[in-house]
């Protein structure tokens, strides 16, 4: 599985998710632009000591990161208010959940395409 996480704004949130990530060895995917810097000690805080244990990637931008993506990939666009609810769907153990910044969600112009 893997967690992409689109503009994120507050670091103890990614943090967060990076600890949940090294948990279940899942992959973690940052793209950038970034509401913070990633030596912020916020970030490093709510990270606590897992994150020599995460397996992440820094994407430059959304296309750099769909460039790499295969053509049968799964991506799950994680919306409050999104047409299906997360216990109507089958996940894999490829699939990608997508989250978008905190305040605003996933950009308008990503969910059209």
């Not at 047409?83 to 905190?102: A, I, K, N, Q, S």
Request: glycine content about 6%; aromatic content about 12%.
């Amino acid at each position: 599985m893997h967690i992409v996480l689109v503009e994120p704004e507050i670091p103890p949130n990614t943090g967060n998710v990076a600890r949940l990530c090294a948990a279940t060895k899942t992959t973690l995917h940052l793209i950038e632009p970034f509401g913070f810097k990633l030596d912020d000690a916020q970030l490093k805080r709510a990270g606590m000591d897992y994150w020599q244990h995460v397996e992440w990637i820094r994407w430059s931008d959304w296309a750099a990161f769909a460039a790499q993506l295969a053509p049968a990939a799964r991506l799950w666009f994680i919306e409050s208010k999104g047409p299906r609810l997360h216990t109507e769907v089958v996940f894999g153990p490829d699939d990608y959940l997508v989250f978008g910044r905190e305040t605003a969600g996933l950009p308008k112009a990503l969910l059209e395409a």
